[in-house]
């Protein structure tokens, strides 16, 4: 093949379609349109919440804010007393949330509660959070006095994750004395309190008891876990994996890229509020849960999806790894082995970084990747003057265990005014502080685009 050793180790791989975690397409399908077989979780540790449900006519609210908190990458656990069963179904929780309800201390039935049995210590020890919404009054004076009656109290006890409450009930009950001087009981022990709404209730009374709303409830939860949303109202769009590019039906030019990185970066951004939608080549990796899945295999089908989602992304993160150069035929059919020495004559693919850089929008964030073997950080800077991007995050890739196929990286964030080095952390961490740079970046933006207001209107003031 007429491409050498070291060029084919620092980006490309010839490799058979067949391998276990890319797509294996039939020849008259259109190249890209059948995703990857996945397999294994999202890069980053998810958010395990166990929320609970007590018996309210508003448990039915549960069910949405149970979907916003996968929206925003949680594993949700639910824990139903047996008085919520009387207003929702456990099916339809274990329906949404992809696991068993736990309905019961001891629970020898079959069906969507099979095998929760005595397990309260378990999932105590294993919660980031234990989100009870709504919370009747009952289960308020159960936390409040320690009474372990049923899993949920029994949890509440068992636990020293953060606790936060969203209590729902009659107006008269919620001003009751009782009631109030259980919350306060639970303040001082640092449980988080979702102050309901005013409003017509179930019961035909108008007043405070009405739970809050699910968006409230869900930041609530993100604030007790320190998930900064800093990145709620942006739209970023996010390339991963590899690209690949067909040499024949059954073989293909590729990268070493497992897509880790930007798999991270999306999952991290979606954690701080963003909505995301994520572009990716053929990876073994579970997508989070982006706004927007696009799955593709070569860089021309990646540059279009991009440049269609471009104009309404207000950041723009090139973590892919794409492939710079296509065989230029492509066989209609397997090339057989003959024994003879095969030569591959290459051409360009689309500079999808360059192309963005040059199209971009005054207010658009644009951040690329570099992975380099040698001449690190001149080559990145180059690269970032040269596609007129606001950052680069480059990796020396020729160290072992980091980058390519790694759940580690090392890597330094290039801007026009710094640089950051990160050391060797997990994706995820990086993926944090690669957002850290877009914060970053978006205020520098607003604080110049203030000063040159406040510019404008004191010589217009000067000229009057």
């Known amino acids: 093949m007429g491409v050498s050793r070291s060029r084919a180790q620092e980006i490309y791989l010839w490799r058979n379609r067949s391998c276990g975690y890319y797509p294996f397409l039939d020849a008259s399908a259109p190249v890209g349109l059948v995703p990857a077989r996945r397999a294994s979780a999202p890069v980053g540790a998810a958010m395990k919440i ?19 908190l996968q929206d925003r990458g949680a594993e949700v656990q639910v824990v139903m007393t047996r008085a919520a069963q009387e207003f929702v179904r456990p ?9 068993n309800v736990i309905t019961e201390m001891f629970d020898g039935t079959s069906g969507p509660n099979a095998g929760s049995s005595v397990e309260h210590i378990g999932v105590a020890q294993s919660i980031d959070a234990l989100l009870v919404a709504p919370a009747t009054a009952d289960t308020l004076a159960k936390f409040a006095n320690g009474t372990a009656s049923d899993f949920l109290s029994t949890l509440y006890l068992a636990t020293t994750a953060p606790v936060i409450v969203a209590p729902a009930m009659n107006v008269n009950m919620w001003q009751h004395e009782a ?3 259980n919350l306060d009981t639970l303040r001082r022990r640092g449980v988080r309190i979702v102050e309901p709404g005013s409003g017509y209730l179930a019961c035909g009374m108008i007043g405070a008891g009405r739970l809050a709303e699910p968006d409230q409830i869900v930041e609530a939860v993100m604030e007790t876990l320190g998930v900064a949303q800093d990145l709620k109202g942006e739209s970023i769009l996010v390339t991963a994996g590899p690209t690949l590019e067909p040499i024949d039906p059954v073989r293909f030019i590729g990268n070493r890229s497992s897509g880790k990185m930007g798999y991270a970066i999306a999952e991290a951004a979606i954690r ?12 073994a990796i579970n997508p989070p849960a982006v706004a927007e899945f696009v799955p593709v295999e070569t860089t021309q089908q990646m540059r279009d999806a991009v440049v269609v989602r471009f104009p309404d992304a207000s950041v723009v993160i090139k973590a892919a790894a794409v492939a710079d150069y296509r065989p230029r035929q492509t066989a209609s059919r397997k090339i057989k082995r003959a024994g003879n020495a095969l030569t591959l004559e290459m051409e360009p693919t689309a500079d999808i970084l360059a192309e963005l850089g040059a ?3 005054e207010k658009q964030i644009l951040i690329g990747f570099a992975a380099e073997t040698e001449n690190v950080i001149e080559n990145a800077r180059g690269k970032l003057a040269a596609k007129h991007i606001d950052a680069i995050v480059v990796n020396d890739v020729s160290k072992p265990g980091i980058g390519f196929n790694s759940d580690r990286n090392a890597v330094t964030i290039i801007t026009a005014e710094d640089s950051l080095q990160v050391a060797e952390s997990s994706k995820f961490d990086v993926a944090q502080r690669v957002l850290d740079t877009v914060v970053r970046l978006r205020a520098a933006r607003l604080s110049s685009a203030q000063a040159s207001g406040s510019s404008i209107q004191l010589e217009k003031a000067e000229n009057k």
């Open 359 to 361: 199209h971009r929008f």
């Open 272 to 283: 701080r509020g963003a909505r995301v939608t994520l572009v990716s080549g053929p990876t």
């Open 50 to 68: 166990a929320l609970g449900v007590t018996g309210g006519i508003a448990a039915y609210k549960a069910a949405e804010i149970l979907r916003q």
């Open 179 to 181: 009631t109030q001087r």
């Open 91 to 99: 099916l339809t929780f274990a329906a949404l949330s992809g696991k």
